[in-house]
């Protein structure tokens, strides 16, 4: 069973949002950290945002502060990334992932634990 089960990618005119939800199924739960990642073709994957386990640590890359939000529901085991004001630039492979604390919290964003990506497709 993949340990990261991400959903909700699609494809959205500029302006508009999704939110991505990501299903910890085959690790424990919760993760010291929780995170998203993102990669457009021909670009390195990149740190988008991350949660610590009691979501008092919240930590977002520059290009989509104030327009994502990161939030958890541990009762459904579940990590989401509200997307708003979306952008042709956001488009790619979102991932999610989950790793220590010192790892990927607060902006190290370094993950083991992958979920399989799901796309996010903004046209203008």
């Known amino acids: 069973q993949a340990p990261l089960v991400e959903s909700g990618g699609g494809s959205v005119q500029a302006g508009g949002s999704l939110r991505l939800s990501c299903v910890v199924a085959?690790?424990?739960?919760?993760?010291?950290?929780m995170g998203w990642f993102r990669q457009a073709p021909g670009k390195e994957r990149e740190g988008v945002a991350s949660?610590?386990?009691?979501?008092?640590?919240?930590y977002y890359a520059d290009s989509v502060k104030g327009r994502f939000t990161i939030s958890q529901d541990n009762a459904k085991r579940t990590v989401y990334l509200q997307m708003n004001s979306l952008k042709p630039e956001d488009t790619a492979i979102y991932y999610c992932?989950?790793?220590?604390?010192?790892?990927?919290?607060?902006?190290?964003?370094?993950?083991?634990?992958w979920g399989q990506g799901t796309q996010v497709t903004v046209y203008s």
């Open positions: 992932a989950a790793d220590s604390f010192f790892n990927l919290c607060g902006g190290a964003f370094y993950a083991g634990n």
């Open positions: 949660i610590n386990t009691s979501g008092d640590d919240t």
């Open positions: 085959g690790l424990v739960y919760p993760s010291d950290c």
